[in-house]
């Protein structure tokens, strides 16, 4: 059966969504909700396509590795591409670009830990969501390229690319470990909507560290190259002047970075546990920048987009096997 996404992707090729999303809220009113006036469609409701729509069996996906991440400071990429060739093209026009933050919980080693079970309920959530973009928090290493194999089966012969940063020990100087002993961090996962330019992946530690944690926070961000940067964080936990601080850092001094290597600017979302509210102390709203809006799901998970992708909805999802909720935004691409 042909993915509720997949059919309105159909539509937008076919001309027949203009007009159809609102303006850009600046904030949440409500933590968590539209702004008066803002549409809620139901990205789950899209009607049944005719069977003669369906698309013809792709061919089996290959992986290949990605460039620019270093292994050496934690950070490990790959793709899971068709095995046909392909040409290069900008993000399409118009399309519905959908992006879904997970903060998984799987490190084995915090109490909220349900057995290994949120990735599986996670790849639940993706084949029910068809997200684009997946921001993952929380993980271990094999579980990116896991839950990378769960998009590439609902984007059967696109292109699907993932990254991983692990944080750092403060004790060690090393990668942070998972208690089954892989590396623990941070991960994205994409879908490249139509032709694919190449991918590079870009990660680190920020400067700025809670001195009373063992955890040294990571940033990670993806580079469809000529298509968009999807970007994710999980920042200090306890410490608010610290957490601001790094979301600062990511938002005014890494993406920039990132941009200038990766060629230049593309639309952008971020995605994580930001460990800030919305109208908290501090306030997660004063590490947005100009050019961007956030959408938050009302406690620590936000989602922030460059303005040029226009804000349709945002949801709640619920997950049983993390003590976070699953929380998804839906835009419109330029």
């Known amino acids: 059966m042909t993915s509720c996404k997949a059919v309105l992707v159909l539509c937008v090729l076919a001309a027949s969504l203009a007009g159809c999303a609102e303006s850009v809220a600046p904030d949440d009113p409500t933590p968590g909700e539209p702004a008066p006036g803002e549409p809620e469609p139901d990205p789950q409701q899209a009607p049944e396509p005719d069977p003669e729509t369906e698309p013809e ?12 991440c270093d292994p050496a400071a934690g950070c490990v990429s790959g793709m899971i591409a068709p095995t046909t060739e392909v ?33 599986p309920e996670g790849a639940g ?25 769960t998009l590439a089966s609902v984007y059967t012969g696109s292109t699907v690319v993932w990254a991983f ?6 004790g060690t100087g090393g990668p942070y470990k998972c208690k089954n002993g892989t590396d623990y961090g941070i991960g994205v996962v994409a879908h490249i909507p139509g032709p694919f330019n190449g991918a590079q992946s870009y990660g680190g530690i920020y400067a ?20 968009f940067y999807a970007c994710t964080t999980h920042l200090a936990a306890g410490n608010g002047p610290v957490a601001l601080s790094q979301c600062k850092d990511l938002m005014n001094n890494l993406i920039p970075s990132v941009r200038n290597a990766g060629g230049g600017y593309a639309p952008t979302v971020i995605g994580g546990d930001l460990n800030l509210k919305f109208r908290g102390s501090p ?22 987009a460059t303005t040029d992708l226009v804000f349709s909805s945002s949801r709640s999802i619920g997950m049983s096997r993390t003590d976070h909720d699953g929380w998804f935004v839906a835009t419109t691409a330029p």
Request: hydrophobic share 35%.
């Open 57 to 68: 069996p792709a061919p089996p996906p290959v992986l290949v590795p990605v460039g620019s």
């Open 87 to 119: 040409t290069p093209r900008a993000l399409p026009t118009r399309y519905p670009f959908w992006v879904l933050q997970l903060n998984l919980c799987n490190s084995g080693v915090a109490k909220c830990y349900e057995g290994g079970t949120a990735v």
């Open 125 to 149: 959530v993706i084949e029910d969501m068809a997200p684009d973009v997946v921001t993952l928090n929380e993980i271990c290493l094999p579980d990116v390229a896991q839950l990378a194999g």
């Open 165 to 170: 940063q692990a944080a750092r020990n403060r």
């Open 208 to 227: 700025n560290q809670d001195p009373g944690s063992s955890e040294h926070r990571a940033w990670l961000c993806l580079n469809a190259v000529g298509n």
């Open 283 to 304: 306030d997660a709203q004063s590490c947005v920048p100009g050019g961007y809006y956030r959408k938050g799901d009302g406690d620590v998970q936000h989602i922030l």
